[in-house]
């Protein structure tokens, strides 16, 4: 049985701070974390239902891989669009990219393709008005789509039910990419009436890209997570030692693994948070991913002399 539900919580020694993590990289490593609740409806479904599933991203992505296993186990073709794949990472293929190539994932370079059009407008422009488009379901990057929030609300459940039991007011903490997984919590939060708050980071574009994700999911209904503006901008995907150090340090105070893209900024943010006393509980979300860091952690490595 693959487990892709029902993580505990347990204490968090982050750095000289005690909190709570939700263990959600125990899950089972194809759909780690947060990629385990986005794509449970898919899941779920028929494999009659479809025959091809179609994302884009990055060739490193969580998402790619998940994807990849999500389609190898209903028998569909997953293509997956990216702008790019490095020469080096086409001959010698690790992380992500090289395990969605064995579970027989078909990726495709935009820079292959007669078109000037992004990956996105693509896939909906052409891909998805071809003859075979009613066989095909489209999940956006990052999962970002409504399909997203019946295994986030299951998330969502099982963290209040523990905070029942601990009867005191929460704070869920968590980076964001896409912030699918951080509006769905907070959604159903409200929702369900429980005093239970969401604060986020932007790993990925900053602030206003993320409240605009956020917009594009419902904000207007619902309002935003609490989101934590860093004094720094961070590119994603790029090397920074200060994050490899905060990575390597949180490591050491939790004897827990973390990746290395969203980690460290949700690490820096979280201290920025945790400078004012807090009277409510915080959980920190561990979305999983360890896989990226086959690719990532070489990357430092290389870069820094590690």
């Not at 709570?20 to 385990?36: C, E, Q, T, V, Y």
Request: glycine share 8%; hydrophobic share 40%; charged share 15%.
């Amino acid at each position: 049985m693959m487990k892709l539900a029902h993580t505990p919580i347990q204490p968090f020694q982050f750095l000289e701070h005690s909190l709570w993590i939700k263990r959600d990289d125990l899950l089972h490593p194809h759909f780690s974390g947060n990629k385990a609740r986005k794509f449970s409806a898919l899941l779920a479904a028929k494999s009659s239902l479809y025959t091809r599933l179609i994302g884009y991203g990055s060739p490193q992505a969580n998402s790619l891989l998940s994807m990849a296993a999500l389609a190898n186990m209903k028998g569909w073709q997953l293509e997956f669009y990216v702008d790019h794949i490095a020469s080096h990472l086409q001959q010698h293929p690790r992380g992500n990219y090289a395990h969605a190539l064995a579970l027989g994932a078909k990726i495709i370079a935009m820079d292959t393709l007669a078109t000037q059009l992004n990956c996105h407008d693509y896939i909906e422009q052409v891909r998805m008005v071809a003859d075979d488009a009613q066989q095909c379901v489209f999940v956006p990057e990052g999962g970002r789509c409504q399909l997203a929030y019946q295994g986030v609300a299951q998330l969502a459940d099982e963290v209040i039910n523990w905070q029942r039991i601990t009867a005191q007011a929460t704070t869920v903490f968590l980076p964001s990419g896409t912030g699918t997984t951080a509006f769905f919590l907070h959604r159903r939060f409200l929702e369900r009436g429980v005093d239970i708050e969401v604060v986020t980071c932007a790993a990925v574009g900053g602030c206003s890209y993320l409240q605009m994700q956020f917009k594009q999911l419902g904000a207007a209904s619902f309002g935003m997570p609490h989101i934590i503006e860093l004094p720094k901008k961070f590119h994603f995907g790029k090397p920074y030692l200060e994050c490899y150090r905060l990575w390597q340090a949180v490591k050491q105070s939790s004897n827990m693994d973390f990746e290395l893209l969203y980690d460290p900024i949700g690490f820096m943010a979280l201290q920025q948070w945790l400078a004012k006393p807090r009277l409510r509980q915080i959980v920190y979300l561990h979305q999983g991913g360890l896989i990226g860091n086959e690719s990532m952690l070489p990357r430092y490595q290389r870069k820094f002399g590690l």
